[in-house]
């Protein structure tokens, strides 16, 4: 439901790259039993069950009455402490980057690469390599506060240190091997193409970045997590139905253990043309309800189906270009005034890379509320498209109850546009419960299917009566 960006976008490899090699594009790392007493099983509360009186704004209260207070506070504290994050983490890598280039180390590294070799493709390849190692050990502090020991303290990890230190050596080798071939195509590019490097580094960028997402899911999600066939046709013939009633041809349904990693359910699409699929993490299919499981698979189909992929790829084009046409403007001017103090030679030079991205993290972390809103857009219809889809209003509430364990529910509508990439727990749930109001017919035959399915002796007796229902309220 969540993180089919985090995990499946290679634009956030490539910001991973950018970002002074960090892999964001890893699930998040890391506590072995959730210490909130989140319920697991999510009840239908009184005032959400379908009656001639039903209030979709009561249902809502109802159901977020259901998150205990001290579980609400610590969620609260873990989103909200996010939001620093995001400023802590821009401050930090500017920081770090400032020193690479006013030190003089990123010239001292550029020379060393030049010392090595002639060829130029290969200045570019050992000024990465130095780069990547130098600025990982520099953030390391900040990386193994905010992935490990704080999403420890919040029961979101499940990892220990050693298995979390590996995994972020797999990170550091996947942009090794990513960022290398990127800084080679692109140096090569702005040597050649002096004047306008800047529209083809736009065009090799995006082309890199629908390379990613299309070998994401085979080649690089497996490195960290395995993924397997479902093959219980208790879970796959519902999501099966589910996906070819909405033109999807799906064959199979994939599993992820992301409990390898974290406490947090969820499920994503990912992928591109021939790669795309739907996963499920095990800690969805654990903890989730058939309801919830079918309301969280009709969101990604959702996905699927409004092809936001594409879409999500062709935004991206039109922010990759407009950061490299601010880039062009911005790099000529800083190189204007300091190019000589840092030992920079022009735009051409490696030793621009730590400034690039400084640049960069600035225009990303401007355009934090923009890329959010983007996001967050996608997923409101997804959710529509998944509760007209499933059918699972309540489900579909319960889903959002427990994405509350690291999801604030209820803020304001200005936090809500700056820093959700997701429309927030609350309106999800009103969403739901919106949509059962307007569909109470609907959703009082399905639970007379239910009850008739659970105790089959009264099955007469229970289809007469909800028959006599659905006539009673479909004029
Ligand atoms: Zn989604």
């Given at each position: 439901?969540?993180?089919h960006?985090?995990?499946?976008?290679?634009?956030?490899?490539?910001?991973?790259?950018?970002s002074g090699?960090?892999?964001?594009?890893?699930?998040?790392?890391?506590?072995?039993?959730?210490?909130?007493?989140?319920?697991?099983?999510?009840?239908?509360p009184?005032?959400?069950?379908?009656?001639?009186?039903?209030n979709?704004?009561?249902?809502?209260?109802?159901?977020?009455?259901?998150?205990?207070?001290?579980?609400?506070?610590?969620?609260?504290?873990?989103?909200?402490?996010?939001?620093?994050?995001?400023?802590?983490?821009?401050?930090?890598?500017?920081?770090?980057?400032?020193?690479?280039?006013?030190?003089?180390?990123?010239?001292?590294?550029?020379?060393?690469?030049?010392?090595?070799?002639?060829?130029?493709?290969?200045?570019?390849?050992?000024?990465?390599?130095?780069?990547l190692?130098?600025?990982s050990?520099?953030?390391?502090?900040?990386?193994?506060?905010?992935?490990?020991?704080?999403?420890?303290?919040?029961?979101?990890?499940?990892?220990t240190?050693?298995?979390?230190?590996?995994?972020?050596?797999?990170?550091?080798?996947?942009?090794?091997?990513?960022?290398?071939?990127?800084?080679?195509?692109?140096?090569?590019?702005?040597?050649?193409?002096?004047?306008?490097?800047?529209?083809?580094?736009?065009?090799?960028?995006?082309?890199?970045?629908?390379?990613?997402?299309?070998?994401?899911?085979?080649?690089?999600?497996?490195?960290?997590?395995?993924?397997?066939?479902?093959?219980?046709?208790?879970?796959?013939?519902?999501?099966?139905?589910?996906?070819?009633?909405?033109?999807?041809?799906?064959?199979?349904?994939?599993?992820?253990?992301?409990?390898?990693?974290?406490?947090?359910?969820?499920?994503?699409?990912?992928?591109?043309?021939?790669?795309m699929?739907?996963?499920?993490?095990?800690?969805?299919?654990?903890?989730?309800?058939?309801?919830?499981?079918?309301?969280?698979?009709?969101?990604?189909?959702?996905?699927?189906?409004?092809?936001?992929?594409?879409?999500?790829?062709?935004?991206?084009?039109?922010?990759?270009?407009?950061?490299?046409?601010?880039?062009?403007?911005?790099?000529?001017?800083?190189?204007?005034?300091?190019?000589?103090?840092?030992?920079?030679?022009?735009?051409?030079?490696?030793?621009?890379?730590?400034?690039?991205?400084?640049?960069?993290?600035?225009?990303a972390?401007?355009?934090?509320?923009?890329?959010?809103?983007?996001?967050?857009?996608?997923?409101?219809?997804?959710?529509?498209?998944?509760?007209?889809?499933?059918?699972?209003?309540?489900?579909?509430?319960?889903?959002?109850?427990?994405?509350?364990?690291?999801?604030?529910?209820?803020?304001?509508?200005?936090?809500?546009?700056?820093?959700?990439?997701?429309?927030s727990?609350?309106?999800?749930?009103?969403?739901?419960?919106?949509?059962?109001?307007?569909?109470?017919?609907?959703?009082?035959?399905?639970?007379?299917?239910?009850?008739a399915?659970?105790?089959?002796?009264?099955?007469?007796?229970?289809?007469?009566?909800?028959?006599?229902?659905?006539?009673?309220?479909?004029?």
């Open positions: 439901m969540r993180s960006r985090k995990f499946c976008w290679g634009f956030l490899v490539l910001s991973g790259l950018i090699g960090v892999l964001s594009a890893q699930a998040p790392a890391s506590g072995m039993q959730l210490r909130t007493a989140m319920p697991s099983v999510i009840l239908v009184a005032e959400a069950q379908p009656s001639p009186n039903f979709a704004e009561a249902a809502t209260n109802a159901y977020l009455a259901e998150i205990p207070a001290e579980a609400r506070a610590r969620s609260d504290a873990y989103f909200e402490g996010g939001y620093w994050m995001i400023l802590w983490d821009f401050v930090y890598a500017a920081i770090v980057l400032l020193l690479l280039l006013n030190l003089g180390w990123s010239a001292a590294m550029r020379d060393l690469a030049e010392r090595v070799t002639r060829f130029k493709p290969v200045h570019s390849l050992v000024y990465w390599a130095q780069y190692l130098l600025t050990v520099l953030v390391f502090p900040l990386t193994v506060y905010e992935d490990y020991f704080r999403e420890h303290k919040y029961g979101l990890a499940t990892q240190f050693g298995p979390w230190m590996v995994d972020q050596l797999k990170g550091l080798a996947v942009n090794l091997v990513l960022g290398a071939i990127l800084a080679i195509v692109l140096f090569g590019i702005v040597r050649r193409l002096q004047r306008t490097w800047w529209i083809w580094g736009a065009v090799v960028s995006l082309c890199f970045l629908i390379l990613v997402v299309l070998i994401a899911p085979v080649y690089l999600v497996p490195i960290f997590n395995k993924v397997t066939r479902l093959d219980d046709p208790k879970v796959t013939q519902p999501i099966l139905r589910l996906a070819h009633a909405n033109g999807i041809p799906a064959q199979d349904v994939f599993e992820i253990d992301a409990s390898r990693q974290t406490t947090r359910m969820s499920a994503n699409v990912s992928g591109f043309g021939k790669t699929r739907i996963t499920l993490n095990d800690n969805l299919l654990r903890r989730g309800s058939p309801e919830e499981i079918q309301a969280v698979m009709g969101h990604e189909m959702g996905h699927y189906v409004l092809h936001h992929i594409y879409k999500d790829i062709l935004f991206f084009g039109v922010v990759i270009v407009i950061t490299f046409a601010l880039l062009q403007w911005s790099l000529t001017w800083c190189l204007q005034r300091w190019g000589e103090k840092w030992r920079i030679r022009g735009i051409g030079d490696t030793a621009v890379l730590p400034l690039v991205v400084l640049l960069g993290s600035v225009f972390f401007v355009a934090t509320p923009i890329l959010n809103t983007q996001t967050r857009i996608s997923e409101g219809e997804a959710d529509m498209y998944g509760l007209n889809a499933s059918r699972q209003p309540d489900g579909f509430a319960q889903a959002a109850i427990h994405l509350a364990e690291y999801r604030k529910m209820n803020p304001g509508p200005v936090e809500e546009f700056i820093f959700f990439d997701h429309p727990g609350r309106n999800r749930i009103y969403a739901a419960m919106r949509w059962k109001a307007e569909n109470l017919a609907l959703v009082e035959w399905q639970a007379g299917q239910r009850a399915a659970i105790s089959p002796g009264k099955d007469k007796d229970k289809d007469k009566g909800a028959m006599a229902d659905r006539k009673a309220d479909l004029p």
